[in-house]
């Protein structure tokens, strides 16, 4: 057994014995251990209006009628206090400083269909050395759709994204489920499938980065 291999083994058997006790998110319940500093999966329009002095919503798209979600938290190291984050489908996300100035930005999502809607929004630690932002969002139609987890970091004017992953799928016959594990430096996805892999941070590409894969229930 290659020395990779034992390791994705063990760190598989770490989390299958610890994922029981770990602590999971109200509004994203794909992805544990994780207590957010604030979260919520409470949309309304009020974001989208406010998000509207930077970039339009699309109205077009179905899921902008649902409006978009907001928390605050500290995000960044800025001593002026802590940073909101606002996300909507149609406009990206936005992080305001505590002046409610415009600090950073992602771009938005693409419609794919009837079901395309955000899930929930959090803030919290992902044990890299420093805060992340969480979102969930469905895309797709009522047929087919798929709930994707996406994981950011703000930095330099930019709300980047580290990983993304889908953690549900849906088809008119059945639904199947995968989530995310954090773990110091590194996750693990399992997808849908079943099939897991193991990735870790690489701080200097400011993302993560898969190293490992294994079979349905590995």
Do not use: N
Request: glycine share 10%; with cysteine; aromatic share 6%.
């Amino acid at each position: 057994m290659s020395v990779k291999i034992l390791v994705v083994a063990l760190v598989l058997g770490w989390v299958t014995a610890t994922a029981g006790a770990a602590p999971v998110s109200r509004v994203l319940p794909w992805l544990h251990p994780f207590a957010p500093a604030a979260e919520t999966s409470e949309a309304t329009p009020s974001v989208t209006a406010r998000m509207a002095a930077w970039r339009a919503a699309d109205p077009s798209c179905s899921a902008t009628a649902y409006g978009g979600f907001a928390v605050t938290a500290q995000i960044t190291a800025a001593p002026a206090g802590p940073e909101t984050v606002l996300a909507s489908f149609t406009q990206g996300v936005l992080v305001l400083d505590a002046k409610a100035r415009l600090i950073a930005s992602a771009m938005p999502l693409a419609c794919a269909g009837s079901a395309d809607e955000l899930v929930g929004l959090a803030v919290g630690d992902a044990q890299i050395g420093e805060p992340v932002i969480a979102l969930a969002v469905t895309t797709g139609g009522h047929r087919e759709a798929a709930t994707w987890l996406v994981l950011y970091r703000v930095a330099d004017g930019v709300v980047a994204p580290i990983f993304a992953g889908i953690v549900e799928d849906f088809t008119r016959d059945q639904s199947r489920l995968g989530d995310v594990t954090l773990l110091r430096g590194a996750l693990v996805y399992r997808a849908p499938s079943g099939v897991r892999t193991l990735w870790t941070y690489e701080a200097t590409q400011h993302r993560y980065v898969e190293v490992g894969i294994g079979g349905p229930g590995v």
